[in-house]
């Protein structure tokens, strides 16, 4: 099967960059997209074919996809961004979805 | 507004049944693909089934294949699982979501999600 590895965790100070990372196998062959989860809500599209985003995202989110790994960058991260973020990518090998495990945002 | 809302979870005893359906309004539901992703309490999101806009292409996660069952009514604009030989470990809420388009494999329509417990 096809796997997704993000860190558990990444701290940020307000209006500093966060960085999530989000590794596969020849990752970059493939279309990532990222997911923001806040508690008791449901998932919401913030970044899809590795660097679009949907109509109503802030421009601070933004992704990139090369080599083995997609990357969600967060500037000027505010506190309203702390929430968890999971990469997501379809395997036609295995025709099947992949998320990561997901990364718990902490605005410090 | 584009909506997805689930009914049908609750409390079922292990090997037993349980079926979700998911009504869509709001877009042309005949037009995309649907899936259904699960999150056990506390841990990440992992995905289910997924069924294309026409029912031709129904694929499912290895750990749900021959107990659960994707369809859908395009008529009805309504998404369904059947969920047979449940699992403690099936213990999750459950969440239709909508295809953004047929290129594009990502997921831009939750619904709130339902949760189904498996109790042994």
């Known amino acids: 099967s096809y796997d997704l590895t993000q860190p558990p965790s990444v701290s940020v100070s307000p209006g500093q960059t966060a960085s999530i990372t989000c590794s596969g196998d020849k990752l970059g062959d493939k279309y990532a997209c990222w997911y923001q989860q806040k508690p008791g809500q449901s998932p919401v599209l913030i970044i899809y074919q590795d660097t679009k985003r949907p109509s109503g995202i802030p421009e601070r989110f933004s992704g990139s996809n090369s080599g083995n790994t997609a990357t969600l960058t967060i500037s000027g991260t505010q506190a309203i961004d702390e929430a968890d973020y999971y990469c997501?990518?379809?395997?036609?090998?295995?025709?099947?979805?992949?998320f990561g495990a997901g990364t718990k945002v902490t605005v410090l | 507004e584009v909506l997805l809302v689930e009914s049908g979870g609750g409390l079922v005893q292990r090997g037993g049944s349980l079926r979700l359906s998911c009504a869509a309004s709001g877009f042309t539901f005949s037009a995309h693909s649907m899936a259904w992703v699960r999150q056990s309490p506390g841990k990440g999101l992992e995905w289910v089934s997924y069924i294309s806009s026409d029912s031709h292409s129904i694929y499912y996660a290895d750990s749900v294949k021959g107990r659960f069952t994707s369809s859908r009514d395009n008529a009805a604009n309504s998404l369904y699982l059947q969920m047979n030989s449940l699992r403690a470990e099936d213990t999750a809420i459950y969440f239709c979501?909508?295809?953004?388009?047929?290129?594009?494999?990502?997921?831009?329509?939750w619904g709130q999600g339902k949760m189904v417990t498996v109790s042994s």
């Open positions: 979501a909508r295809e953004l388009s047929p290129l594009v494999q990502a997921f831009d329509v």
């Open positions: 997501q990518a379809w395997d036609s090998n295995t025709a099947a979805y992949v």
